[in-house]
């Protein structure tokens, strides 16, 4: 006999389970079934932040997405990064808000975004905050020409000074 509990004290509302599972195999995959969705009702939860809204990542679309060799107009877009795109649909998975951001328009990715399968719920906004800039708000910004604020501006500056992306671009 298998015992399967999940309890979490933050998440605890309507999300506790504790069964005994059946070692008969026509009862298993009733059992596993819920196991499963106990499992994504808990992750929808625990992929909340604060203010109850998703957590979202803000994924960049030129050298994350789609490879990236310097700018050769509006209309060339690189291939798509497979790692990436399984990256996503892991954060799908989790419950996570996906928005791509990208100083090309709606226009120009949108097409591509759907043709390679890449997951997305937005471009360039995040409708779940409504803000006068233009950045869309995200728990966690992904791109390739990023720094990230240290807390000493000056161990920064050397850091900027020396930046290169992940393949070596400027």
């Not at 059946?22 to 992929?47: G, T, W, Y």
Request: hydrophobic letters at 35%; aromatic letters at 8%; one cysteine or more.
């Amino acid at each position: 006999m298998l015992v399967a509990s999940f309890n979490n004290s933050k998440i605890s509302k309507g999300f506790h389970v504790h069964r005994e599972l059946s070692n008969n195999s026509a009862n298993a995959a009733q059992d596993v079934a819920v196991i499963k969705l106990r499992i994504s009702e808990i992750r929808k939860v625990v992929s909340k932040n604060m203010d109850n809204k998703p957590l979202t990542i803000a994924v960049d679309f030129d050298g994350v997405i789609a490879n990236y060799d310097d700018w050769k107009g509006s209309q060339s877009l690189g291939s798509p990064r497979g790692d990436v795109i399984e990256a996503l649909r892991e954060l799908r998975s989790q419950g996570w808000k996906i928005v791509v951001y990208s100083t090309r328009g709606t226009e120009e990715i949108a097409p591509y975004l759907i043709d390679n399968d890449v997951p997305f719920d937005e471009i360039n906004q995040n409708s779940s905050y409504q803000t006068a800039g233009v950045k869309p708000v995200a728990t966690i910004y992904w791109d390739d020409r990023a720094c990230r604020y240290s807390g000493d501006a000056r161990k920064d500056l050397q850091t900027i000074l020396e930046f290169r992306t992940w393949n070596g671009r400027r």
